[in-house]
């Protein structure tokens, strides 16, 4: 089992900027993917960026070049440093731990979300 805290949301303007964490706890953190997601109001639930045990990342179209996400294994914590925020940037961001065992097992795990939005 793991559980996640993301922190760090928050209303900023603009072209600003602002740093998700999200702290894992109950089980082998470095051995997850681990990604951030966000949902607009009315919208589903999309990818944003994850980064894998050996930290290879994935970025989706919309962030690249502004967004960027790294781990900390030592700290249990992944991290989205977001850049350039636009107002379609507000959403809730998701923090997800995700890994599929030798046996083939999905163990998928999700934060509460945390508040962005981005507004003059």
């Known amino acids: 089992q793991v559980q996640l805290v993301e922190s760090g949301g928050g209303l900023v303007q603009p072209g600003g900027s602002l740093r998700l964490s999200c702290v894992a706890s109950?089980?082998?953190?470095?051995?997850?993917?681990m990604g951030w997601y966000r949902q607009a109001p009315g919208k589903q639930r999309d990818l944003v960026a994850d980064i894998t045990s050996g930290r290879s990342t994935n970025y989706v179209d919309f962030v690249k070049g502004r967004f960027t996400i790294s781990r900390d294994n030592a700290k249990n914590t992944v991290y989205l440093q977001m850049n350039s925020l636009k107002p379609e940037d507000t959403a809730v961001y998701y923090c997800n731990a995700r890994r599929t065992s030798a046996s083939m097992t999905l163990y998928d795990y999700w934060g509460q979300g945390t508040q962005v939005t981005v507004s003059s």
């Open positions: 109950g089980s082998i953190f470095s051995m997850y993917t």
